[in-house]
């Protein structure tokens, strides 16, 4: 591939973004669009000399055209990611979530871009009894956030059949690894896990602790999203972007507790609401039409996580 294709990343200053340019450098010229509202440029140190960044919200539809034009593929990330924000704010998720998704479809299509691959949710799934989740299963959104990913999803799909335009949506499970922020009460379960247990302190579990998640590391994710964006008979479909397994946060605080050799017991309070109980995705449809395949044990993940907060401690 040449090197002068234009890759677009949009939330390219966050967690899974951040990876996801890394992943693309050698590949073409990447652009980032954030506007570090989650994102941080600190998670772009080492290749920020790189990548071309613009500091845009994807709210702006103006700002999003010159942008993107001329992009080959643009990888649609920037979200406001959370399930608990959602709820206890849900107008600025909403606007970014649906609005802003809208506008990068709408960006892309004007620019005649190649594909979209965008970043969809498992939170689609709610509780449905039945695991491993599938894609054919009727989705059950139980939080504002599920439905502004699920929203983008059915948009993704019908610029494809309306205007043309080839997207794929990915469903991303609980994506941990590198450069994930656990400096919010929003963040994610696994960036708290490794900062108390770097503090040695207790975290907090929500629930029993006995829910369990599909934990994929960042790095499957991002090599994930490399091949949709160069699968073929895959435009306006969705798939699974999980490891295929479940463990619960009761294993993983185990884990990581012997990983470090310390006895650090949970604190335990009530669940929160839009939260699921089980997650576990079916890979097959990704195997076969994507050619997914996770390289990361859950130990090894969990190892190198860790050694990067150690570092970044
Ligand atoms: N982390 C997970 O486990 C997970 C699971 C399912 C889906 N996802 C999806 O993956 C994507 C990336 O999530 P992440 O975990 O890396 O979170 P993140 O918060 O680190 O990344 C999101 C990025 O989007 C940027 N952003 C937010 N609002 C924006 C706006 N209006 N304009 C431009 N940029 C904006 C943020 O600054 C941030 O850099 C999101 O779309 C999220 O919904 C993540």
């Known amino acids: ?8 990343v949009t939330g390219g200053a966050g967690f899974i973004g951040s990876t996801l340019v890394r992943t693309l450098l050698s590949r073409g010229r990447v652009v980032v669009i954030d506007n570090l509202l989650t994102g941080h ?17 994807i709210r702006d539809a103006a700002a999003l055209d010159p942008v993107i034009r001329g992009a080959d593929t643009v990888f649609h990330l920037a979200a406001i990611p959370s399930v608990p924000r959602s709820i206890d704010d849900p107008v600025p998720s909403h606007q970014v979530n649906i609005d ?9 299509a004007n620019a005649r871009a190649r594909r979209v691959v965008y970043a969809a949710s498992s939170s689609a799934y709610g509780d449905a009894e039945v695991l491993p989740k599938t894609e054919t299963m009727t989705p059950s959104p139980k939080s504002p956030y599920a439905v502004q990913k699920l929203l983008g999803e059915y948009y993704a799909s019908v610029f494809y059949s309306c205007y043309g335009l080839e997207t794929v949506s990915l469903r991303f499970f609980n994506v941990y690894g590198p450069r994930q922020d656990p400096t919010s009460p ?26 369990s998640r599909d934990f994929t590391y960042v ?10 964006s160069q699968a073929s008979g895959v435009a306006g479909k969705m ?26 017991p949970s604190n ?14 079916d890979t097959a449809a990704a195997i076969r039409d994507l050619g997914h395949s996770p390289r990361f044990t859950i130990e090894e993940g969990l190892r190198r996580t860790l050694e990067w907060y150690r570092g970044a401690a």
Request: proline content about 3%; overall charge negative; hydrophobic content about 40%.
């Open 1 to 8: 591939m040449a090197n002068d294709v234009k890759f677009v």
């Open 41 to 57: 440029e600190a998670n772009l140190k080492g290749v920020r000399g790189q990548i071309e960044f613009h500091n845009v919200d």
């Open 100 to 108: 802003g998704t809208f506008n990068v479809l709408r960006a892309a």
């Open 186 to 211: 929003y963040s994610g379960v696994l960036s708290l896990f490794m900062k108390h247990l770097l503090a040695r302190t207790s975290p907090t579990i929500f629930g029993d602790g006995e829910q």
């Open 219 to 228: 790095e499957d994710v991002a090599d994930l999203c490399w091949k949709a």
């Open 239 to 264: 798939y699974n972007a999980g490891n295929g397994n479940h463990y619960t946060l009761n294993q993983i605080w185990k884990l990581l507790q012997q990983m470090e050799g310390v006895s650090l």
């Open 268 to 281: 335990m309070a009530p669940p929160r609401a839009g939260d699921v109980w089980h997650s576990q995705a």
